[in-house]
C-alpha cells in the first residue's frame, strides 16, 4: 500500500478560469482519498454552495466538474502532510516559483487564496499584515498580461481556529458577489 506522502494531487487548471482556487498543501485525508477537499470537517465544499458559486453542495469526488463552472484547484506546494506545519522553506520556495509560472501560462481572472499562508508565501508577503477579501493589487502579471486579481479566505481546514465558521463560509459570499460584479459568475 503506497503511503499517504507518496500520493500527490492533480490540478485542475485551464486558461482563463474565473477563479483560480489555492490551497497550501494536501492533507492526509486528501492525499489518501485523492480529492481536494476530502476532510470532512473541511468547509470549502460548504463554503462553494453555501457562498452561491455551486449549484448544489459538491462532494470532493466531484472536483474536476469545477472545470464546468470556470473554477480550478490547486496546491501552492504538491507535497502531502499531516500538517502544514510539516512544510519546509524550500516546499514553499519552489512551490512559490512553480505557482508564478502556472499563473502567468494559465493566467485566471482571480486567485482565491485558502488560508492567508498560501497567500504570503505566493506573494512573498511574509511580513506584511494582510487583510481578508479582495486585494488591492492585481499580481502575477507580465508585459502582455495585467495579472490576476487575487482574493484571501480564512483556511476552511478544520483545524483553523483563528476564525469562526460563519466567519469562514461568509467569505464565499463576498467571492460570489465579486464575480457578479466583474460578470464572470458562471451561475448568473
Known amino acids: 500500500m503506497v503511503h499517504f506522502t507518496e500520493k500527490w494531487l492533480p490540478t485542475y487548471i485551464r486558461r482563463d478560469l474565473a477563479v483560480l482556487f489555492c490551497g497550501i498543501n494536501p492533507g492526509r485525508i486528501s492525499a489518501t ?11 470549502f465544499w460548504r463554503g462553494l454552495y453555501e457562498g452561491g458559486l455551486t449549484p448544489h453542495r459538491f462532494a470532493p469526488e466531484e472536483t474536476a466538474t469545477l472545470l464546468e463552472y470556470n473554477y480550478g484547484i490547486t496546491d501552492l506546494v504538491s507535497r502531502p502532510t499531516r500538517s502544514s506545519t510539516d ?15 502556472m499563473i502567468q501560462t494559465y493566467r485566471p481572472r482571480v486567485i482565491c487564496f485558502n488560508g ?9 508577503q511574509k511580513k506584511e499584515a494582510v487583510s481578508l477579501g479582495l486585494q488591492l ?15 484571501v479566505i480564512p483556511s476552511t481546514s478544520g483545524a483553523n481556529a483563528s476564525f469562526t465558521r460563519e466567519e469562514r463560509l461568509a467569505m464565499f ?15 448568473h
Not at 512544510?87 to 509560472?101: C, H, K, M, P
Not at 492585481?138 to 495579472?147: L, Q, V
Not at 459570499?173 to 451561475?187: A, D, R, T, V
Request: glycine share 12%.
Open 87 to 101: 512544510l519546509r522553506g524550500e516546499d514553499y520556495t519552489n512551490g512559490a516559483e512553480q505557482f508564478v509560472q
Open 173 to 187: 459570499g463576498q467571492l460570489s458577489q465579486f464575480l457578479q460584479e466583474k460578470g464572470w459568475h458562471p451561475l
Open 137 to 151: 493589487d492585481r499580481a502575477f502579471g507580465t508585459e502582455s498580461w495585467p495579472g490576476s486579481y487575487l482574493f
Open 116 to 124: 492567508i499562508t498560501a497567500f504570503r508565501h505566493a506573494t512573498g
Open 33 to 43: 482519498s485523492g480529492y481536494h477537499y476530502a476532510n470532512p470537517a473541511n468547509l
